[in-house]
C-alpha cells in the first residue's frame, strides 16, 4: 500500500507535540518510498541535540549515528537526554523511534568554546565555489521525495567512488522551529553514500549501517561539500569517506559504513 506524506510543507517534519514529528514527503527515502531517508532524520536529530538544554559555552565536535532499522515514513518520536554532564565535555544523546520501536540512536561530545584562532591550521584542500560549477544530473539514479528536494552541483571529473559535490536545499528540518546552520548542514550530510556510488542502486544494495561526523569548526551556510571516496571489500562490507566543506573551508569529516549485497534477481515464471 503507498505512503501517503504530507506534500503541503516546505520543511522536512511538521511537529506534532510532545516530541512527536511527521516527516513530509521531503524526507522520503532513496531505497523504498515506505521508509525516511537517513539525512532528514539526523538533521533532525541534530536539531533536538542544540535544543536539550542548551549551552552557549558548548559546541557539538562528534555526532554519532546509529541506524538501528528502517526508518518508515510514519509519525517519528525523538527523546533526549545528557548521558555524562559536565562543565567543559558533556556527552548528549537523542533517540528516534517510529512505532514504538527505535530505529536512529545518536550521542554527540559537546566540547567547551575556547579562543583557538591563533594556532588554527587547516590541512584540507579547499573546492570549487558551487556557483562555478553546473547542475548534476547524475543523482536522478535515485528515487525518493528526498533526493528530489536537493540541489547538486558536482565537480569535473566526479566518477562512481570518487566524488566532489556541493548540496543545498530549499527545505528546514521542522516546520515552525527555527533551524540552525548545523542541523541544516548534517540533514544532508548522509547523501554521502549517494554521490559517488559504486554500482547502479538498481542493482546492488549498499545502505549504510551508521554515520559518524567529526567537526573541528561549526558549518555556516546552506552549501554542503562533499569530497567522498567510496571503497568497497569482498566480503559485504564498503566504507564511505568524506571530507566536509562549506563555502569557507573543510569543517570536519564523516564516515559510514555499508552492508553491500547483489539485489536478487527475480524469476518470471509463465
Known sequence: MPVSLPTDSE???????????????????AWS??????????GLLVHALERHEP?????LARIAFDILGMIHA????????????????????AVLSTGGRDVVRASAWRLSVQDTSLAAVLEDEPMPDPGSLPVWDRMQMWAGGYIA??????????????????LRTAYDPVEGEPSSDL??????????NGIAARQHPRDWLYPNTDLTIHLHRTPRGRWVGLDTSVTWGGTGIGVTSTVLH???????????????????TIQLVG
Open 74 to 93: 510514519e509519525p517519528s518520536t525523538v527523546r533526549t537526554r545528557t548521558l555524562r554532564p559536565g562543565r567543559t565535555i558533556e556527552l548528549v544523546e
Open 183 to 192: 542541523a541544516r548542514f548534517v540533514g544532508l550530510v548522509d547523501t554521502a
Open 246 to 264: 562549506d563555502k569557507h573551508g573543510a569543517v570536519g569529516r564523516a564516515q559510514q559504513v555499508l552492508t553491500l549485497r547483489p539485489r536478487p
Open 149 to 166: 528536494s536537493v540541489e547538486f552541483r558536482a565537480v569535473t571529473g566526479s566518477r562512481p567512488g570518487r566524488a566532489q559535490a556541493w
Open 33 to 42: 518510498e515506505r521508509e525516511q531517508h537517513m539525512a532528514p532524520a539526523s
Open 55 to 59: 549551552r552557549e559555552d558548548m559546541q
Open 11 to 29: 520543511h522536512y517534519y511538521r511537529p506534532l507535540g510532545q516530541g512527536v514529528y511527521q516527516p513530509t514527503v521531503h524526507a522520503q527515502g
